[in-house]
């Protein structure tokens, strides 16, 4: 399989001061085309996608982002995550495979309260929906509902043949005490694993920013360091 690649000029990083962000970019064509199984190949290989754009950081001088994986089999649920997990017990879970009607409130909350000094604000629900989207494959819709049906979460997800994608998950904002960001990725820890898939995936994980960190709490999880996947296990801290 050969996929031909490009590389892009650089442009200041958004998640690091005082760098610069450059990537590697697949070039498609009729000979080529992108679909899922080609694109969980690249994944595998540290590529993500942005829209129909499947890209992967290639900076000349900083190798901060890591591909992050939680191998969903070995993943062992800490006393505090255990936690997390029952006091969202009420929360339904569905599978849709379009935005529906009141999911643009939510995330127009979300982004208003928790991303104000992010690239999303702000809020652009129909810009949004396009970079979920992809020609060549559909994103699925994780809606979590309380008991009475009102909308809580959403994550978007890539589902392929061996692993699963978070993209983006926003949430009720004013629902501090539920700790939903780190509820989102337990949910789908356990979805994805009973649907029998190895991988789930959470994007580049960096370790001196403090918005992308979170990942690292979730262990074991494996990181892309130097084209090897790497484990990282549980502390002895982690409870």
Known sequence: MSVKLGITGSRPCGYLKDQEERLIVTVTDEHTPMNAHL???????????????VYRPHCKF????????????????????????????????????????????????????????????PPDPESFWLWCDADWMKPQFFEWRDSEGNLTMVSIVDVLTRSSSAMYTFFDPEQHKRSLGTYSILSLIEWTEAQGL?????????DSCDKMN????????????GNQWKKAVKSNTQK
């Open 62 to 121: 900083c190798q901060a982002c890591e591909s992050l994986r939680i191998p969903v089999g070995d993943f062992s649920f800490s006393k505090n995550q255990k936690r997390v997990l029952n006091k969202n017990r009420d929360l339904v879970l569905s599978i849709v495979d379009k935005p529906q009607p009141d999911y643009t409130s939510l995330f127009c909350r979300f982004i208003e309260k928790r991303h104000a000094d992010g690239a999303m604000y």
């Open 214 to 225: 979170y990942k690292a709490r979730f262990t074991p999880n494996e990181r892309l360091i």
């Open 198 to 206: 190895d991988y789930l995936y959470l994007g580049y994980q960096i």
């Open 39 to 53: 694109y969980e190949h690249l994944m595998a290989h540290g590529f993500r996608r942005s829209h129909n754009d």
